[in-house]
């Protein structure tokens, strides 16, 4: 109940002082993923290497987490919202119009390439690749050119 409550005030305070917000809210998801950082290379360290000292404390270092919190509440808090506003406002202009574009016209236009340069094309321009490294992987997918009776010596 109370995390629902917590989401609700968010965004209230979005819809009231949407820039104010995000800084705050960056600032404080930026510090609190540096703490997360900090405390899994540090767990991680002691799982992986042999410490003389056996298990050592966990020790913060407030300044870098200060450092980076200030770089998510200067910067990324922000940036973030404008960036995000034009994102979205590109997507509901831009999305129907590249959709229909991209599902519609370029199957044809592939349809009418691959019409005047056939597949034996592409063969043939990978035949001629010698060995290069991806050429083994390549074959592998396609059908035997010797079979075909394309290929040969």
Known sequence: MKLKHLRKCHHNCMDVHPV???MI???LLWGLCDVNAQSITHFAAQNHLENQDGNQEL???WKRVARTSFFGFRFVGPVGH????????????DFLPAFILEG?????VQAEN????????????IEQQEDASW???IIYFLPSME???HGGS
């Open 25 to 27: 809210s960056s600032g």
């Open 59 to 61: 020790m913060i270092e």
């Open 114 to 125: 691959f019409q005047y340069a056939p597949v034996l094309c592409l063969l043939s321009w």
């Open 104 to 108: 519609g016209l370029w199957p044809l």
């Open 82 to 93: 404008f960036c995000s506003s034009q994102v979205m406002e590109d997507v509901k202009s």
């Open 135 to 137: 050429k083994q992987w």
């Open 147 to 149: 079979q075909k009776g």
């Open 20 to 22: 104010k917000t995000q």
